[in-house]
């Protein structure tokens, strides 16, 4: 489909990082609704030769009509607005209450970019400050106390204020009123509520052809944006776990706590830090400094096993996880002499059987051809090919792993969490890290195991008989233990939205007390996921168990316990005997 080459085909975007850049009326059509509903805000950029070009996206996406003249649209990693908290930016574009915390911080990389629950969240928020705007100007035109009238609309709600704006007419400016409303919360419309972000902005290769007003109203509102995540949606995430909302029992119901609600895991530090001056949250402060601890660990075990020879690798995996979660002070210099050993000795023996094959031929046949000649150069090249592999000091790959000790990966954990995460573990090993946050090395090893997709064996590791004074006696895992690596893929899956719809429609209807509605409603959620998803999902499992805990309650005992029991079953079957949504599945059914 996209066989042509790249230059060539783009008929949108750029190449070069915005140095030269085009458009295309049809992707500025197909983009118009797409950049509505992800809030992107239609721009205009300058190239190099000064001309000025409407974009609809980031300047880094490409649009390429493929073979089949359909229209696709590649490198969406900047489609997001950018985090203002993690950009080298100055000071002066950081709000003094994020100078507070130390904001801007350094980051991995530069593509930290908000996520789009947190933007329909601060979306919705700046719909109601509309809202609430339009009522404080009408209030203000109809009364002549205006300090009166800000007070009385700054204490109604939502609803409250929708209806005083619905009572708008000509007679009371209502086109000035919206004006003002719309200058108020930042909106590209001057009659309507359309708040967008420009997702160019800061970018060093890229010129905005816009004014300095304008630019300053983009990154007011991205400010405000970045406001809100850390001074907001966080607090907001902190009470819902003190209210119960909300009940993380892992480092994974965590992680999707905080996507729920557009928190990015970068942010994990401080939440940690917030969850610890909750005296009642003390164990999802250990949740999540486990996390952190996990996280740091995942991206050490990437770079540790790049350079590591594939032979070797299970040995490699199990040293790493031996000086992780036991205590290893000295680097294993045994495995390497028995390698090297091996491979030297299997080297001189094949040179040994070369050599004297090769006297006894050359005395028995004097008459040799130079074919043949060339033939047993050939075969002694791919010998010593062979050789070269099965010896790893003679290929690219590095040993430098059996030098890893437990004082060295904690060392760098230690520096990955505090760049990572801006938190402070403060522990050298182990046993530190378990005495100060009182976790678990299963617990430890189970995530880290989730995160990188290792399999070991089921058996139950000797973590507590360790003897500081003797190596061997401390390492729990070997060889053995290590029976598969497979690999992680992320993915988006799609998601039905009248299911949801109906779903959240009937916990409503369930709070208000309607069961028999609410019921009907969450079974209509039920077979369209079904449809959707098919027979077995998570997702279709949570309607089930809601569905029996309305049969249980409206007197059906014999159906909610039947549905609970398909909800167990299609737990198990899909997240596994040891997951926490399994564990609640099992308390239901006692």
């Given at each position: 489909i ?28 197909l ?73 801007p ?16 969240a ?15 100007n ?29 009572e ?24 309507e ?8 902005l ?75 001056q ?33 032979h ?12 992780l ?51 047993s ?97 401390n ?34 209807k ?5 069961l ?27 309607c ?21 029991h ?9 997240l ?15």
């Amino acid at each position: 489909i996209l066989e042509k080459e790249q230059e060539q085909s783009v008929v949108y975007g750029s190449t070069d990082f915005g140095k030269t850049c085009v458009t295309n009326e049809k992707y500025k059509e197909l983009l118009e609704k797409v950049s509505a509903m992800l809030k992107i805000k239609p721009h205009t950029i300058k190239t190099e030769k000064g001309d000025v070009v409407e974009l609809l996206t980031a300047v880094e996406c490409k649009g390429i009509v493929g073979n089949d003249g359909r229209h696709y649209l590649l490198d969406l990693l900047r489609m997001m607005p950018p985090d203002l908290n993690y950009l080298p930016v100055d000071v002066e574009h950081i709000s003094p209450a994020m100078k507070q915390f130390d904001y801007p911080k350094t980051h991995k990389h530069r593509l930290c970019c908000l996520r789009q629950e947190l933007i329909d969240a601060f979306i919705e928020q700046k719909y109601v400050d509309f809202y609430r705007s339009i009522a404080l100007n009408l209030s203000k035109l109809r009364s002549s106390e205006s300090s009166t009238a800000t007070d009385t609309t700054q204490q109604t709600n939502v609803e409250e204020a929708k209806r005083i704006v619905n009572e708008i007419s000509v007679e009371d400016n209502s086109r000035e009123i919206i004006q003002s409303a719309c200058r108020a919360i930042g909106s590209v419309k001057d009659n309507e509520f359309d708040v967008r972000f420009n997702p160019d902005l800061f970018q060093p290769h890229v010129t905005l052809n816009q004014t300095s007003a304008e630019i300053a109203a983009d990154i007011k509102l991205l400010k405000e944006a970045a406001e809100y995540l850390v001074l907001k949606q966080i607090p907001l995430m902190i009470q819902d776990f003190q209210d119960h909302s909300a009940v993380p029992v892992d480092g994974e119901s965590l992680s999707e706590a905080m996507h729920s609600r557009g928190i990015n895991i970068r942010y994990l530090g401080r939440v940690a830090q917030l969850l610890n001056q909750q005296p009642a949250l003390f164990y999802l402060h250990d949740i999540a400094v486990t996390e952190i601890l996990c996280r740091s660990a995942k991206h050490l075990f990437r770079s540790y096993i790049q350079s590591v020879p594939i032979h070797l690798l299970s040995f490699s995996i199990s040293h790493f996880l031996n000086c992780l979660l036991t205590i290893i002070n000295s680097p294993s210099l045994d495995y390497l002499s028995d390698e090297l050993f091996t491979s030297s000795a299997s080297a001189t023996s094949t040179n040994n059987g070369t050599t004297n094959t090769n006297t006894n031929q050359s005395s028995s046949s004097s008459n040799v051809t130079n074919s043949s000649t060339q033939k047993s150069a050939n075969k002694k090249k791919n010998k010593k090919h062979q050789q070269r592999k099965q010896n790893p000091l003679m290929r690219n790959e590095s040993l430098d792993f059996l030098s890893l000790t437990s004082k060295a990966i904690w060392s760098q954990l230690t520096n990955e969490a505090k760049s990572r995460y801006n938190f402070d573990l403060n522990c050298d090993d182990i046993d530190s890290f378990i005495e100060k946050y009182n976790v678990r090395r299963t617990c430890i090893l189970r995530s880290l195991c989730l995160k990188t997709g290792l399999q070991l064996s089921m058996r139950e590791f000797q973590f507590d008989q360790t003897n500081k004074s003797n190596r061997t006696a401390n390492e729990c895992f070997n060889e053995d233990d290590i029976i598969n690596i497979y690999p992680l893929i992320k993915q988006v899956p799609p998601k039905p939205s009248d299911a949801y719809q109906f779903f959240t429609t009937g916990q409503q209807k369930i709070q208000q007390g309607l069961l028999r509605e609410g019921f009907e409603l969450i079974s209509e959620a039920h077979n369209l996921l079904n449809n959707v998803y098919g027979p077995m999902h998570p997702e279709i499992s949570m309607c089930l168990r809601l569905l029996a805990r309305l049969n249980y309650i409206m007197g059906d005992y014999h159906e909610a316990l039947y549905t609970q029991h398909k909800a167990v079953m299609m737990s198990e079957r899909v997240l596994g005997v040891d997951h926490p949504q399994t564990a609640t599945e099992y308390v239901r059914v006692i």
